[in-house]
């Protein structure tokens, strides 16, 4: 059997809900996070690491392009939202990737009633999208911890700052 590929992760809400259904009917817990990942680094990985051993299949939505540009402002994102999925699906500890485009992933979580939903603790605990949709049916919520260093605009900001090499 050949390995599954990383574009094979990224599915549509319809098929995703097919594969939750079936998860929960083998008894595995569903983990969400959200996210724009536009550069991905060594924080997003640990922390996607982290909430995939709070259960048995973790499920990453991924903000689109107009999305990102609405939070984080122009010039944003740096990637293609495409590309931004299949990196993240690439990653072993994510089971599923699916996109989304509103500003917050709450009728996603709504719909898709993860047991568990996981956040980097730079969201506060009252600021976490979703989380009292999760309670409400008896998931949890918890915070992920953070790399220090690793942040995307902390990264942009050294990558900006580097002098640039010329190329003969």
Known sequence: MSPLRARDKILSFEALARRIARARRDGLRIVFT?????????????????????????????????????????????????????????L??????????????????????????????DWGADEIVGADAVRSWGGRVERLALVPGEHTTLELGRIRRRP?????
């Not at 051993?53 to 392009?65: F, P």
């Not at 072993?92 to 996981?118: M, N, Q, S, Y």
């Open 34 to 90: 959200n996210g724009c990942f536009d550069l991905l680094h060594r924080g997003h990985l640990r922390s996607l690491e982290e909430a995939r051993r709070l259960g048995d299949r973790l499920v990453v939505a991924v903000n689109s392009d107009a999305s990102v540009r609405r939070a984080k402002g122009a010039g944003r994102p740096i990637r293609k939202a495409a590309i931004r999925m299949e990196l993240v699906a690439g």
């Open 92 to 121: 072993a500890c994510v089971d599923w990737v699916v996109p989304f485009g509103t500003d917050t992933p709450l009728r996603l979580i709504e719909r898709l009633r993860p047991d568990v939903l996981a956040k980097g603790c």
């Open 164 to 168: 640039r090499s010329r190329v003969r």
